[in-house]
């Protein structure tokens, strides 16, 4: 098991064992957020729907070193209770009820709190958008706000082995490279997928095991 994986794991089996947890992202998507944090140079990192804070904790790891602000956006009252018990108070983290209007370089959507005008004008050149889980709608969202703005938008999802809930990454403004990569990994993950949908098998979050 690499780096990434041992912080994953830890920061999943702790918050596993907390209030809310059946809501919480999984370690398979965790180390996923952290290999994409690592390809790029970020400023300002927006997580859209804290919750009780699993991957938050994991983003404050991930800044505590980096010239980097993360904003964590929640407004559901029992959420933003239990986020303050369960995340470290640090500079490098923030937490809101509505982001500032900047213009993000990275996004982390886990949630349904989206500021009005993020796609649409709050996106950095290039920028990731991070999606834990399936958030099927949300993601058409993002990708139609960037088409209508003439950026552009490449998609692919991962999803473990057992073929469980995974994680979605779309890229604003792609390079032709990144389409076609984003392409080969939709290809692999539909192949992957074959064998399960044949036995009658759900696939993503309906997929026992998903946690």
């Not at 690499?2 to 918050?15: G, K, L, P």
């Not at 949300?138 to 809930?165: F, H, I, T, Y």
């Not at 074959?194 to 759900?202: D, I, K, M, Y």
């Amino acid at each position: 098991m690499d780096q990434m994986a041992e912080v994953a794991q830890a920061i999943h089996a702790r918050f596993q064992a907390l209030p809310g947890s059946d809501q919480i992202s999984t370690a398979f998507a965790l180390v996923g957020l952290q290999r994409w944090l690592a390809r790029r140079h970020l400023n300002f990192v927006l997580e859209v729907g804290g919750g009780i804070g699993c991957a938050s904790e994991m983003l404050r790891q991930w800044a505590e070193h980096r010239p980097c602000l993360v904003v964590t956006v929640e407004n559901d009252a029992w959420c933003l209770d239990q986020w303050r018990q369960n995340v470290r108070s640090s500079l490098e983290v923030q937490l809101a009820v509505t982001p500032p209007p900047w213009v993000w370089d990275f996004v982390v959507l886990d949630g349904p709190q989206v500021p009005p005008g993020l796609w649409e004008r709050g996106l950095a050149p290039r920028a990731v958008v991070f999606v834990e889980g399936g958030r099927r709608d949300q993601r058409r969202e993002v990708r139609e706000a960037l088409e209508q703005a003439d950026r552009g938008a490449c998609e692919a999802s991962w999803r473990p082995p057992n073929r469980s809930k995974g994680f979605s990454v779309i890229l604003a403004d792609p390079r032709w490279s990144e389409r076609l990569w984003f392409a080969a990994v939709r290809l692999r993950e539909w192949g992957r997928d074959l064998p399960a949908r044949w036995r009658g098998r759900p696939i993503g979050k309906k997929a026992c095991g998903s946690g």
